[in-house]
Nanobody, 118 residues
């Protein structure tokens, strides 16, 4: 599976961004999708995830009410809508795909940098 993430950039606190990640190489409907982030000097952490059918979603407490994950299976794309961005959201954001039945089939995108200035 190849994952192509985009949408990062430099914004001010309170602004919004939408990240996109398009998958290819395997049926998108067979993949649970997620967004992770890694800030400088910190471990990579799970931000949000969405099940293959879109019915189950997870958002970390730090982003609940501000970030929304969604997917368009017709476009093989998962999105992360980020609102009310804070400086502490600054990180490289990575798209992740895991086969819904075979968890060892785990794939990563190249990362997109989000920088939030105060």
């Amino acid at each position: 599976v190849q994952l192509q993430a985009s949408g990062g950039g430099l914004v001010q606190a309170g602004d919004s961004l939408r990240l996109s990640c398009t998958a290819s190489g395997r049926p998108f409907r067979s993949l649970d999708m997620g967004w992770f982030r890694q800030a400088p000097g910190k471990e990579r952490e799970l931000v949000s995830s969405i099940a293959d059918n879109g019915r189950r979603k997870y958002h970390a407490d730090s982003v609940k009410g501000r970030f929304t994950i969604s997917r368009d299976n017709a476009k093989n794309t998962v999105y992360l809508q980020m609102n009310s961005l804070k400086p502490e959201d600054t990180a490289v954001y990575y798209c992740n795909a895991v086969h819904t039945l075979i968890s060892t089939l785990n794939y990563w995108g190249q990362g997109t940098l989000v920088t939030v200035s105060s």
